[in-house]
């Protein structure tokens, strides 16, 4: 199976700056990458998928990019109600898989 | 909109089985477009995908846990479910039910269930 790897595993940033997230596939899954936003009690949403797409209703704050193995996401000015974990999951190859994800938290 | 609701038993004794629904409205489970998916989400693990069911019975188990998977799909009450036999401790988690869309493309899982908190414990 692919192994999806975050980093960092906690990312500390103020309000108003800039949070930017990195997943890293095993082997290459294509544009085959979603993020997800997930709050405590909440079901993950998704934010990103074929990398960079917006999924809908989500803010152009959120962006995505990379292909291949290394992917990455970026919430251009953090507003309080972005603060919650994200995850990256390949759907490329069966089984999907995720990331462990990557807790964002105030500074 | 497809809304997706799971339901089943909190707690569960090991060694026994799990058994989840998840009742699907505003769509159907004969869908030819989709897969019917279950994830679950442990503090240890995070989120892990179990498998899907396609609305002709044909199933993905992933290769961790197939040997102790199943599901079926029930088109007259527009659910799938899942079960887990010989539970132990580890299975603890919240299970999630999503959809997946099934093309010649490739797509994310988009549509979520609110998920349900399984305990295994005797």
């Known amino acids: 199976e692919i192994v999806m790897t975050q980093s960092p595993a906690t990312l500390s940033v103020s309000p108003g700056e800039r949070a930017t997230f990195s997943c890293r596939a095993s082997?290459?899954?294509?544009?085959?990458l979603a993020w997800y936003q997930q709050k405590p009690g909440q079901a993950p949403r998704l934010l990103i998928y074929?990398?960079?797409t917006r999924a809908t209703g989500i803010p152009a704050r959120f962006s995505g990019s990379g292909s291949g193995t290394e992917f990455t996401l970026t919430i251009s000015s953090l507003q309080s109600e972005d603060f919650a974990v994200y995850s990256c999951q390949q759907y490329n190859n069966w089984p999907r898989t995720f990331g462990q994800g990557t807790k964002l938290e105030i500074k | 909109q497809v809304q997706l609701q799971e339901s089943g038993p909190g707690l569960v004794k090991p060694s026994q089985t799990l058994s989840l629904t998840c009742t699907v409205s505003?769509?159907?489970?004969?869908?030819?477009?989709?897969?019917w998916t279950w994830i679950r989400q442990t503090p240890g693990k995070g989120l892990e995908w179990i498998g899907y069911i396609y609305y002709t019975g044909s199933t993905y188990y992933n290769p961790s846990l197939k040997s102790r998977l199943s599901m079926s799909i029930d088109t007259s009450k527009n659910q799938f479910s899942l079960k887990v036999s010989s539970v132990i401790a580890a299975d603890t988690a919240v299970y999630y039910c999503a959809s997946e869309l099934r093309g010649p493309s490739y797509y994310p899982m988009d549509v979520w269930g609110q998920g349900t908190t399984v305990t295994v414990s005797s």
């Open positions: 082997q290459t899954v294509s544009s085959n």
């Open positions: 074929d990398a960079s």
């Open positions: 505003g769509g159907s489970v004969n869908s030819d477009n989709v897969y």
